[in-house]
Structures are given as structure tokens and as C-alpha cells.
């Protein structure tokens, strides 16, 4: 059974950064795409952002030049670095490679 396990959540003000990881118990590259997917409160999940086995990214409009993916490759683990964040950003976070999911970690952007 493949785990993956977030972590790096938290609550920050507006403005302010969060760094999150998604470490994978096997090597990332048997996984077509690794990313992320984002729940907020009263919605449906939502995709964010994913990186191909060729190291090509992909994000949605509204992360677009605040958040970069990134992989350590040695260690299976891919990061969410966020920048300038907004309330409209708070959710769970789901770091996924396909048909697995993480568990989730959750993100506060409050004042």
C-alpha cells in the first residue's frame, strides 16, 4: 500500500508563506504525476498544482506565480511552496499520485 504523508500546514496571516511536503512511500517516478488538491471549507476538492514524471508543472489559474512544486527525488518527496497568501487559500491540502491520497493537512490564512 503507497502512503503519502503531508505535512507543513498551518495558520499564517495574509501575506505570509507556507511550505508544504508530500513525502511518498515509493519512488515518485512509478507515478505518471504527483500534486496537490485542495478542499475548502463547504467546497469540493479542487486540483492546485502537479509535476510529471518529466519534471513539467501545471497550476491553476488562482496559485499561478504564488505557489511552485518542486520533488527531491533522492528522498520521493514534493513540496508546495506558497507565497502571498490569501484567505481564499485556506483548505486541506491532499498531496495525491494517482488513485493514491494523503490524509491532508490543513492550511489557515486568517488575520
Known amino acids: 500500500q503507497v502512503q503519502l504523508v503531508e505535512s507543513g500546514g498551518g495558520l499564517v496571516e495574509p501575506g505570509e508563506s507556507l511550505k508544504l511536503s508530500c513525502s511518498v512511500s515509493?519512488?515518485?517516478?512509478?507515478?505518471?504525476?504527483v500534486g496537490w488538491y485542495r478542499r475548502a471549507p463547504g467546497k469540493e476538492r479542487d486540483f492546485v498544482a502537479s509535476?510529471?514524471?518529466?519534471?513539467?508543472?501545471r497550476y491553476t489559474d488562482s496559485v499561478q506565480g504564488r505557489f511552485t512544486l518542486s520533488r527531491d527525488n533522492a528522498k520521493n518527496t514534493v513540496y508546495l511552496q506558497m507565497h502571498s497568501l490569501i484567505p481564499e487559500d485556506t483548505a486541506v491540502y491532499y498531496c495525491t499520485a494517482d488513485p493514491y491520497w494523503g490524509q491532508g493537512t490543513q492550511v489557515t490564512v486568517s488575520s
Open positions: 515509493e519512488n515518485i517516478f512509478n507515478f505518471n504525476s
Open positions: 509535476i510529471n514524471v518529466g519534471g513539467r508543472t
